[in-house]
């Protein structure tokens, strides 16, 4: 079992950065494929990247390519999202989420979440 705890969310205007970190509790972090998805009021929860256990395979949402980037630091137990380029249509709680196995896009495939991160964006 994995606990996780997002933080670095915030307000930021439009074309500003943020960068969201994801810590998680127990030693086997490095054996969870992890993920980032957000949740805007309304809408489905949707996945924004994704990498797999050791880092070296990676996906991205259409809408945030060229802008996102993730990655994690198993040393650290911590996985990241550098979100560059903001804009107001990412406003939303974005959460991590880990499983086990290989790396998958399908919400209902992740096991753990954490309580998520508010990003607000200004226009």
């Known amino acids: 079992q994995v606990q996780l705890v997002e933080s670095g969310g915030g307000l930021v205007q439009a074309g500003g950065s943020l960068r969201l970190s994801c810590a998680a509790s127990g030693r086997t972090f490095s054996s969870y494929a992890m993920g980032w998805f957000r949740q805007a009021p309304g809408k489905e929860r949707r996945i924004v990247a994704a990498?797999?256990?050791?880092?070296?395979?990676?996906y991205y949402a259409d809408s945030v390519k060229g802008r996102f980037t993730i990655s994690r630091d198993n040393a650290k137990n911590t996985m990241y999202l550098q979100l560059n380029t903001l804009k107001p249509e990412d406003t939303a709680i974005y959460y991590c989420?880990?499983?086990?196995?290989?790396?998958?896009?399908?919400?209902?495939?992740?096991?753990?979440w954490g309580q998520g991160t508010q990003v607000t964006v200004s226009s």
């Open positions: 990498i797999s256990q050791s880092g070296g395979n990676t």
């Open positions: 989420a880990a499983k086990t196995g290989i790396t998958t896009v399908a919400t209902k495939s992740y096991t753990y």
